[in-house]
């Protein structure tokens, strides 16, 4: 029998090239050039049943971040399990338009409400080591993938110190004292009859985190009631939302007495994320 190489694997691979590259330069542990400077040396049987598992079940319809343990955000490798969502492009729009809400505010104190992965809140936190950053989450395993993430890709003696990790169900165990400069969510706004629950990656990814039970605005309603009580003067909310709920969501923020209420687009041209300052 011929050994086994990586080019064969990729010839009779049925996913895409990318997808498969990723896979098994995730199992060599090689870089992606290597895959071409080594593309004929004979692998170890064993790698080769564990990347052929990991084809199958990517076939099946895994996601590919769930495969590999990672995803990239915002330049940081994030650590990704089934029990958070997995970082997308689209969100790194949140992360900038929260940096740039704090650019001229000195040691600015944000919140992350349902912060998954921790990828916004970590990604703050390293743009803007003067941040003192909270991040909160209602389930203690998405706080347990977020923990790790922040230990391993923030600098343990930056200025604003470690981000606060606690569990909560968004507002409710936080000290009423603490009032925030900006406030950012990337909560579940996925009605619960969509067809979309069960198609591609989704059907993997839990779903607490993507869909509200209700009408998708369930979870945006509940942020945006609660953060007169907890952002500071001047202070600013932004919130990811569905591709359709843009104007919805405006008006809620309208109704709760933001002003300057806008939405912005995302690199696709959808109304990706809103939000609006209050006055104090």
Not at 8 to 35: D, K, M
Not at 52 to 59: D, G, Q
Not at 107 to 112: E, F, G, T, W, Y
Not at 235 to 246: N, P, R, S, T
Request: proline share 6%; charged share 20%; with cysteine.
């Amino acid at each position: 029998m011929d050994p086994v190489t990586p080019a064969a694997l990729l010839r009779a691979s049925p996913l895409p090239s990318l997808e498969a590259r990723i896979l098994l330069t995730h199992v060599l542990g090689w870089r992606h050039t290597q895959l071409i400077t080594r593309s004929d040396e004979a692998l170890d049987g064993t790698l080769v049943e564990r990347y052929r598992l990991l084809e199958a079940r990517r076939v099946a319809g895994e996601p590919v971040a769930q495969l590999v343990c990672a995803r990239e955000f915002f330049g940081l490798d994030f650590e990704v399990t089934p029990d958070v969502l997995i970082p997308r492009p689209e969100t790194e729009l949140l992360v900038e338009t929260a940096l740039a809400a704090m650019e001229n505010i000195a040691r600015p104190c944000v919140l992350d409400l349902g912060t998954g992965t921790g990828a916004i809140a970590v990604a703050i936190a390293s743009m803007r080591p003067d941040a003192q950053v909270w991040a909160l989450d209602r389930s203690a395993e998405a706080l347990a993938v977020a923990t790790r993430n922040a230990a391993r890709l923030l600098d343990t003696k930056r200025p604003g110190g470690a981000v606060v990790l606690q569990q909560s169900n968004w507002y409710s165990s936080l000290d009423a004292a603490l009032h925030f400069n900006v406030i950012v969510s990337n909560p579940p706004y996925i009605a619960s009859n969509d067809p979309h629950l069960s198609e591609g990656d989704l059907r993997f990814e839990p779903r607490g985190a993507l869909t509200d039970e209700s009408d998708g605005l369930r979870a945006i309603r509940a942020i945006i009631a609660g953060a007169p009580a907890r952002l500071a003067a001047n202070g600013v909310l932004w919130i990811e939302h569905g591709y359709d709920q843009a104007e919805a969501v405006r008006g809620l923020l309208t109704a709760q007495g933001f002003e300057q209420v806008r939405s912005e687009q995302d690199l696709a041209g959808i109304e990706r994320i809103s939000g609006g300052l209050l006055h104090g």
